[in-house]
């Protein structure tokens, strides 16, 4: 028989200050976090050009995805402008994150291979994290002053002196294809650090046991490093779907004067561009519809990714202990009052 | 010890999660998309207050006081707080100012707000509305509109004890910009900024035998004569432009439309003016008369240094000590300091300008009073100002006193006095009824329009004219049709 005492400390619950030390993150969360994404909503229900937008209903999502009339230049300027947005955000980011995780991966599976003893690794890793650590702001002035529309911007003195210059910055697929050189130059080191720690979480034994089988390196990549990375590379093109989607900073930067170059304008720059480019009447509305576009696109991607990727066996053993649960009870219930 | 250990993990906790509070409201008052509504309104809250608590101070001064010409402001504050985006101006203002103050030394502060006009208008609200002391601040002749016509954000220069009377020594045009609408003077301009077009002086004896700026002159004329020139240049062999950017040339080009671009009810007005230009700009384009460079960009600058134009399109506040000349001059000691000279150029124009004006916020009443007095109503003092920075003050009088006399020498300009080049045109400057308040982002839209159809991007005019009002039409308060 337990005593009184005895009994208190069994009851005795930790919970408390557990919820005590969460507490701040989560007053801190709602306040800068959560009412600000629930305020995004709002707007995108809310009318243009005011600082104190009431709400309007469903028109800007209906200006930015439904075509308008050709003669309604200001709602064929919005749903234009918001889908070029959408077409250049999806191209650069595929030309960004295949170049990327395939890079990324050779390098991973190198730098962490038992049998290429490379001398300077630290070095290396250190080298090619680099590029993410400088701001975007210097990256894009390095850039500009690399691949300048100017005449004397490195390229064009070095190779079109006394020529036309090349417009790097201002043309279509050119300025397209160096915002994609950008992010990856600028992400690969990140991803490859992280797909270094999931290979490394790999259980070495299996990887000498396939040298002791007289694997090659391509087999030993293809039937053991790969399928194992596979959490590892579900979360990394998550992350970079997410944050390619949201990409921003070098498109926006990329150019002289005061215009961004419609070519790599993504859809963040345009949310941006269209409560901030008109300080007077900020157009909130349409900033709103597409954030909350662009997050339902995002959402759905993401679900799509975790669909494909989900582990079949998994779930298939889940339904089996289900069923078999679903069986005994059914048995106890014809079973009656069986002892 | 357990107790001890927990309640010092609890205040570590405490105390980070204090630092975010603080780190977060501090970047909220840059805002975000989504934070920045809340804080609008209650900025809008704040200056309502703000504007309250001012016109109720006003009031029952006003009842104390007897003329109008009273400077009803108090000097309750330590320091006049300028606010503008550039030191360019103002810190050579108020050095000048308190050398001739010394009672006012230290008294003035240049606070800077962002690097840009654009930045400016942001953190403009935000210090509206804060605690911040805000008395004067300038604003540009691109978006002036917006504020003068607001009360919240600007009061009446009448507040100070000034009159119109005092503004008639300026040029009617600045008064008539820094007036709202209901005929209330909210804003003077302490410069006046006629343009011309500044050439180099040793190409142009090289290229064309032109020795004097009234030689030069003639082949600048009109814009005719100014094209023949470029075409001269070209059959010549010489590759060099004579206009610098498409970016100068609209400048130039805007100044002499005859319609704003916005109508009474706020409609975009496209003109036919607008495709005379177009098609001169890809003329120019093409045949390499105006340089491919970007205006405001390195490579604007660089184009004076090495022989890739003849000349740029400059104005007043392009000429001074530090300005855009100095820099396409590779500052002193450059490549081409002191190489340039200016004339009047194929026709007479006018870029921007900026006023003063006064916070309803303002607690420096007699400072502020006599800053502005100093620069805008006073001719002597202005005058001195003129000869200190070199710049084209707005007081015909004072420059009329400075082109007789002679006294202006620019060393940029190899000595030459600008101002005697650009007093006749400055007189003729009509600018009212001329701005709006959306004209840099119209003028961005069509510059951009216009380099994509002068590039060949954009295959004709009437595409061009498309994207351009697509573009403009984004902007919310215009109509497009």
Redesign the interface.
């Known amino acids: 028989m337990a005593t009184a005492a005895q009994r208190r400390i069994k009851s005795v619950s930790y919970a408390k200050y557990g919820y005590m030390f969460i507490l701040p993150f989560f007053v801190v969360y709602f306040i800068f976090s959560f009412w600000p994404l629930i305020q995004t909503f709002i707007l995108a229900f809310s009318e243009n050009g005011t600082r104190t937008p009431g709400i309007i209903g469903l028109d800007n999502f209906k200006t930015i995805l439904a075509k308008p009339a050709e003669s309604d230049f200001k709602a064929m300027g919005i749903h234009e402008s918001f889908w070029n947005g959408m077409k250049n955000t999806l191209i650069i980011w595929f030309g960004n994150f295949i170049p990327q995780i395939a890079l990324s991966l050779l390098l991973a599976v190198w730098f962490t291979d038992l049998r290429v003893k490379m001398p300077g690794k630290g070095f290396f890793k250190v080298v090619m994290y680099m590029p993410n650590i400088i701001t975007a702001a210097s990256v894009a002035g390095l850039f500009l002053s690399l691949f300048g529309d100017s005449s004397y911007s490195v390229i064009n003195t070095l190779l079109r002196s006394g020529q036309e210059p090349w417009k790097i910055i201002t043309s279509c697929w050119p300025s397209r294809i160096l915002v994609m050189f950008i992010q990856v130059w600028m992400w690969f080191g990140n991803t490859m650090i992280m797909l270094m720690s999931g290979i490394q979480g790999i259980n070495e034994s299996l990887f000498e046991a396939a040298e002791i089988d007289g694997a090659n390196s391509t087999q030993t990549f293809w039937r053991i490093t790969f399928p194992l990375l596979k959490t590892i590379m579900v979360y990394t093109l998550l992350t970079s779907m997410i944050g390619g989607l949201q990409m921003f900073d070098i498109p926006y930067m990329l150019h002289t004067g005061n215009v961004v170059n419609d070519y790599i304008k993504t859809v963040a720059v345009f949310i941006y561009e269209m409560f901030h480019g008109n300080f007077a009447k900020p157009s909130f509305g349409y900033s709103g519809a597409a954030s909350v576009i662009l997050f339902v696109i995002t959402s759905i991607l993401g679900a799509l990714v975790f669909y494909v990727q989900r582990d079949k066996d998994a779930i298939e053993k889940k339904k089996k202990q289900k069923q078999a649960a679903k069986e005994w009870k059914r048995k106890q219930k014809g079973g009656g009052f069986s002892i | 010890m357990n107790k001890l250990k927990?309640s010092l993990?609890?205040i570590a906790?405490?105390a980070?999660?204090s630092t975010?509070?603080y780190a977060?409201g501090d970047s909220?008052s840059t805002a975000?998309?989504?934070?920045?509504?809340?804080d609008?309104?209650s900025s809008?809250e704040a200056s309502e207050e703000s504007s309250e608590e001012s016109s109720e101070e006003s009031s029952e001064e006003s009842s104390e006081a007897t003329a109008s010409a009273e400077n009803k402001v108090a000097e309750t504050g330590d320091k006049l707080s300028l606010l503008c985006w550039t030191g360019d101006d103002v810190e050579k203002m108020i050095e000048n100012f308190t050398d001739a103050n010394p009672d006012y030394a230290g008294k003035v502060e240049y606070v800077n707000v962002g690097s840009s006009g654009?930045e400016a208008?942001?953190q403009y609200?935000n210090y509206f509305a804060g605690d911040e002391d805000v008395d004067l601040f300038v604003l540009e002749a691109d978006?002036i509109l917006?504020y003068i016509n607001n009360d919240e954000y600007t009061a009446p220069l009448a507040d100070l004890g000034f009159t119109e009377a005092d503004f008639d020594g300026c040029y009617d045009y600045t008064v008539s910009i820094g007036t709202d609408k209901n005929g209330v003077l909210k804003a003077a301009s302490w410069q006046s900024t006629p343009g011309g077009y500044v050439y180099r002086t040793d190409l142009a004896e090289e290229y064309l035998g032109a020795k004097t700026p009234d030689e030069m002159q003639e082949f600048v004329k009109d814009w005719d004569t100014f094209t023949a020139t470029a075409k001269k240049l070209q059959d010549d062999g010489h590759?060099i432009a004579m206009a610098d950017t498409l970016?100068g040339m609209w400048q130039v080009w805007q100044y002499n439309r005859s319609n704003a671009w916005l109508d009474a009810d706020n409609k975009l007005i496209v003109d036919d003016y607008c495709k005379t230009y177009a098609d001169l700009a890809k003329e120019y384009y093409e045949n390499g008369y105006v340089t491919?460079?970007?205006?405001?960009?390195?490579?604007w600058y660089?184009i004076g240094q090495d022989d890739?134009t003849m000349g740029y399109f400059f104005c007043t506040w392009c000429l001074g000590k530090g300005s855009m000349l100095s820099n396409a001059e590779g500052g002193e000691g450059g490549k081409t300091f002191g190489k340039y000279n200016i004339t009047a150029g194929p026709s007479g124009w006018a870029w921007g300008g900026s006023w003063l004006a006064l916070s309803p916020k303002c607690d420096n009443g007699q400072i502020a009073h006599d800053f502005i007095n100093y620069f805008t109503v006073d001719a002597s003092t202005a005058k001195d100002y003129a000869l200190f920075k070199s710049e084209f003050v707005n007081n015909p009088t004072a420059m009329k006193e400075i082109v007789d006399e002679g006294s202006n020498k620019n060393d940029l300009l190899g000595g030459q006095d600008q101002f005697s080049v650009l007093y006749e045109s400055a007189a003729n400057i009509d600018m009212d009824g001329k701005i709006t308040?959306?004209d840099?982002?119209i003028k961005?839209?069509f510059?951009?329009a216009v380099?994509k159809y002068a590039?060949g991007?954009i295959a004709s005019y009437d595409d061009m004219i498309?994207e351009f009002?697509?573009?403009?039409?984004?902007?919310?308060?215009i109509?497009?049709?």
């Open positions: 927990k993990a609890l906790t405490l980070i999660a975010a509070f977060c909220s975000d998309t989504s934070s920045s509504t809340p609008s309104s809008e654009g208008r942001e609200a978006w917006d590759k970016g491919k460079e970007d205006q405001w960009s390195d490579g660089a890739s308040a959306f840099s982002q961005d839209a510059n951009t380099t590039k991007d498309t009002k697509k573009e403009a039409a984004k902007i919310e308060g109509t497009v049709e």
